[in-house]
Nanobody, 119 residues
């Protein structure tokens, strides 16, 4: 399974970025993020049936969506805060990705992409 992620970069606080991730099949998909010294955790996920999960820290600011025809997931990140600075990882799972999902149980990963929010 291949996950090809793109997007990320440097933006000022209050700005927006969009991440995308294309998979080579149909899976529950989402985005984790990680900062040095901290555990990788799930910030948003969308199931094949379009059930959606958001971490409390991003609710109201991030929007996850998917294009099932192209097995692609998008993460629109608005009102970015310095605290959103992290490496973001696209994830895909054959069974389920959503509330309670932990990085140790994820089936597939894309390459990380750096998101840096400056003050």
């Amino acid at each position: 399974v291949q996950l090809q992620a793109s997007g990320g970069g440097l933006v000022q606080a209050g700005g927006s970025l969009r991440l995308s991730c294309a998979a080579s099949g149909s899976y529950d998909m989402g985005w984790f993020r990680q900062v040095p010294g901290r555990e990788r955790y799930l910030v948003a996920a969308i199931s094949r049936r379009r059930g959606i999960y958001y971490a409390d820290s991003v609710k109201g600011r991030f929007t996850i969506s998917r294009d099932n025809a192209n097995n692609t997931v998008y993460l629109q990140m608005n009102s970015l805060q310095v605290e959103d600075t992290a490496v973001y990882y696209c994830a895909a799972d054959r069974l389920r990705l959503g509330y309670g999902s932990r990085w140790q149980n994820v089936d597939y990963w894309g390459q990380g992409t750096q998101v840096t929010v400056s003050s």
